[in-house]
């Protein structure tokens, strides 16, 4: 670790740790970016495991394409960028978007109520996780009518520290 001291005219000012290349390298950051693998129907009132497909990133080769699933190798603080479209979703429906850990309901990102049957949604999240964590995302489709298909699903994960 490197620590830089600093001196004011007002005298110490206290140490501050550095980022190295190291640091860097070692952080988690998945990137799952694929049009063409991940679609998913989900029926109403059923929590239905989004997938994603190929990576344009995976740094400490965390996710498991298969199973849709990131095995968290670095315990700390991460920001969740997570983009689903529809073509066929209920207008004012209320469809939940929730990441999972080892299988259990973790944390909701939020409720998608579309304002037109062809629609996106982009939700952020904000969450602390441990090493060895499984992370997947679910959305439970409420007041549809009716089986919805999620025609794109993407995530995006990064270690903020």
């Known amino acids: 670790m490197t620590w830089i001291g600093t001196f004011h005219a007002q005298g110490f000012r206290g140490w501050k740790k550095t980022l190295t290349v190291e640091d860097v390298?070692?952080?988690?950051?998945?990137?799952?970016?694929?049009?063409?693998?991940?679609?998913?129907?989900?029926?109403?009132?059923?929590a239905t495991k989004l997938v994603f497909g190929a990576t344009r990133a995976d740094d400490l080769s965390e996710y498991n394409r298969s199973r849709a699933e990131i095995t968290l190798k670095n315990s700390g603080l991460y920001l969740i960028r997570l983009y689903v479209t529809s073509t066929?979703?209920?207008?004012?429906?209320?469809?939940?978007?929730a990441c999972y850990v080892n299988g259990s309901e973790y944390q909701r990102f939020g409720n998608w109520n579309p304002a037109t049957s062809s629609s996106t949604c982009v939700l952020y999240l904000l969450q602390k996780f441990k090493a060895g964590d499984k992370v997947t995302f679910y959305i439970t489709p409420k007041g549809t009518k009716k089986t919805v298909s999620i025609n794109t699903a993407y995530v995006t994960m990064s270690q903020l520290r």
């Open 88 to 97: 066929n979703i209920t207008v004012g429906s209320d469809n939940i978007l």
């Open 25 to 46: 390298a070692n952080s988690t950051f998945v990137d799952t970016y694929d049009q063409d693998n991940s679609s998913v129907s989900a029926a109403e009132n059923v």
